[in-house]
Nanobody
Framework: VQLQAFGGGLVQAGDSLRLSCAAPERTFRSNAAAWFRQPPGKARQFVAGISGSGGMTSYADSVRGRFTISRDDTKNTVYLQMNSLKPEDTAIYYC????????????????????WGQGTQVTVSS
């Protein structure tokens, strides 16, 4: 399954970017989605997640209050609005879709996700 992530780029500290990730309808509908990122030289880390209904969201402490995850089921797309960007936000950003349905869903666990996008580079200069 191909997830298409785009919207990355080179920006200055304090700027905003919006990432988008489109998925096939059969993959996207009613499934939880998330964004992860991999900073240079570091392991991939959780950024934000959203439930299949869109009614529940989860954020890493480092981005809470600055980033917003949302979804548009009419476009089979999940978004990540990133405001007040900092140099430490520099990373390759990946979207992910889960096919697991459980009340104990851990948005931050990479093992919960079945499909991954190819990544989009975000670089924030100081």
């Amino acid at each position: 399954v191909q997830l298409q992530a785009f919207g990355g780029g080179l920006v200055q500290a304090g700027d905003s970017l919006r990432l988008s990730c489109a998925a096939p309808e059969r993959t996207f509908r009613s499934n939880a989605a998330a964004w992860f990122r991999q900073p240079p030289g570091k392991a991939r880390q959780f950024v934000a997640g959203i439930s299949g209904s869109g009614g529940m969201t989860s954020y890493a402490d480092s981005v809470r209050g600055r980033f917003t995850i949302s979804r548009d089921d009419t476009k089979n797309t999940v978004y990540l609005q990133m405001n007040s960007l900092k140099p430490e936000d520099t990373a390759i950003y990946y979207c992910a879709i889960s096919t697991i349905s459980t009340v104990y869903f851990d948005y931050s666990s990479q093992g919960m996700y079945t499909y991954w996008g190819q990544g989009t580079q975000v670089t924030v200069s100081s």
